[in-house]
């Protein structure tokens, strides 16, 4: 089953009593999926600071991180 997985690179769905129960992902998949997820996240995060005010312009932060850094 995971050489199966491993050489094709295509999910295996695994059933129960007919059904889908379980999906089996090469690690390398997961991974990638775990990374996507991650990123839009973010996207996500930056669409809602910008949604409520909380972004400053590049200038203003390079500013903000030179002052805090001297």
Same mark, same amino acid.
């Given at each position: 089953? +995971?050489?199966q997985?491993r ?10 009593? +007919? ?8 690690v ?6 775990l990374d996507e997820?991650d !990123? =839009?996240?973010d996207v996500?995060? +930056?669409l809602?600071? !910008? !949604?409520? +005010?909380? =972004?400053?312009s590049h200038? !203003?932060?390079?500013?903000?991180l =030179?002052d805090r850094y001297?």
């Amino acid at each position: 089953m +995971g050489r199966q997985v491993r050489e094709t690179g295509r999910p295996l769905v695994l059933t129960q009593c +007919g059904r889908s129960a379980a999906v089996l992902v090469d690690v390398h998949s997961y991974q990638a999926l775990l990374d996507e997820i991650d !990123e =839009l996240r973010d996207v996500h995060r +930056g669409l809602a600071d !910008e !949604e409520a +005010g909380r =972004l400053v312009s590049h200038d !203003e932060a390079k500013k903000q991180l =030179l002052d805090r850094y001297k």
